[in-house]
């Protein structure tokens, strides 16, 4: 079958790969997912933009209403996790159970297609020996989103079409110019759909969580300072803590039940290991002894040497190489063979074995 549905955000990105498709003589739908109200990035003037994408290509346009499975899985989601000390990544979760999930659904039961392709910058390749699909990094480097795709199942991959994935950001605005798109030059996103929307993420989550003011304490418990909220804290942390002293200072743990913001030295902000759970194994399937893989606990953190140890229920123990700064529960760790994505989960509170 030579058609393909494909997400329309309204950016740059999702209006090139409808243009790419489009070209390449694919019968081509555009399908925008309403997330939520307001001037983010994929709502509002988006949802405009994208419709004038489809008209200048010629092509249909849907718009599917999906404001509540965003609030449920993306909204509760963020909010849950920062009231209760964790500092959520909402872009994997929304990849699979938003935007891949509903777009394929609404494709086969609504349109009777069976593809898919949005502007991701990521590659797929089917293995033949193993009978799975691989998720690759994208030939650009600088822009490969392969970390925020380590969540999609076979099922998706296998639907799945990334037309960007060979070519570079550069190439996307030449694209985007040779065939006249309104979005050839309009600018990228910065930030979470979220942020964007409100400002920033503590205007956003001021809009659900009351201010609870507590103690900023060292590891001994001395307090050192006040806080109006755990949520407005992350693991990592240096700027913003409103506590002096002889060395910098950074959030080593955040303590939601007696509602403190722990700092210490980085020393002290620096582990060997972390488990991970909600793992899932996507290039290969789930090993049962350790293998050795390069890690990323941040979307642009640089990928490091560690051994990955499977255990039950879906989880892995990630021991590194060389302890890392920073790693944080909530965040996404995944797991590569070069530029293939082997696996990856959700980092847990630390001291959880």
């Not at 899985?73 to 500092?87: K, M, P, Q, R």
């Not at 507590?214 to 001994?220: A, K, L, R, Y």
């Not at 879906?314 to 994505?341: L, N």
């Amino acid at each position: 079958m030579n058609k393909v549905v494909v997400g329309l955000s309204g950016g740059v990105d999702s209006s090139t790969a409808a243009a790419i498709l489009h070209h390449q003589g694919y019968e081509v739908i555009g399908l925008t997912l309403w997330l939520m109200k307001g001037k983010g990035q994929c709502c509002s003037e988006g949802m405009i933009d994208a419709a004038y994408i489809c008209e200048q290509l010629g092509i249909p346009h849907h718009v599917v209403d999906i404001r509540d499975v965003f609030q449920t899985n993306i909204v509760d989601y963020l909010v849950a996790g920062y009231s209760a000390g964790i500092t959520p990544l909402p872009c994997s979760q929304c990849n699979k159970t938003v935007k891949f999930g509903p777009m394929l659904q609404y494709a086969q039961d609504t349109l009777g297609c069976d593809r898919i392709a949005t502007g991701h910058y990521a590659r797929i390749q089917y293995d033949e020996v193993t009978g799975r699909y691989q998720l690759l990094r994208a030939v650009d480097r600088n822009k490969d989103q392969s970390y925020f795709l380590y969540d999609l199942s076979q099922d998706l991959l296998a639907a799945s079409v990334f037309p960007l994935g060979e070519i570079s950001k550069t190439d996307t605005r030449s694209i985007a110019a040779k065939y006249e798109l309104k979005t050839a030059d309009k600018p990228e996103s910065q930030d979470l759909c979220l942020v964007e929307s409100n400002g920033s993420m503590r205007a956003f989550l001021d809009k659900y969580l009351a201010p609870k003011p507590g103690d900023i304490v060292d590891s001994t418990g001395k307090v050192l300072g006040q806080h109006d909220g755990v949520h407005h804290y992350t693991i990592g942390q240096r700027k913003g803590l409103g506590v002096s002293a002889a060395e910098p200072l950074y959030v080593i743990g955040l303590d939601a039940i007696n509602n403190r913001v722990i700092v210490g030295d980085r020393t002290k902000a620096t582990q060997p290991e972390c488990t991970v759970e909600r793992v899932n194994w996507v290039s290969i399937a789930e090993p049962s002894t350790p293998i050795r893989a390069e890690v990323q606990i941040r979307y642009r953190s640089t990928p490091v040497p560690v051994t990955v140890i499977p255990l039950e229920n879906s989880r892995v123990r990630v021991v590194f190489d060389d302890p890392q700064f920073s790693i944080t529960a909530g965040q996404a760790a995944v797991w590569y063979d070069g530029e293939k994505v082997l696996g990856g989960g959700i980092i847990e509170p630390l001291g959880q074995m």
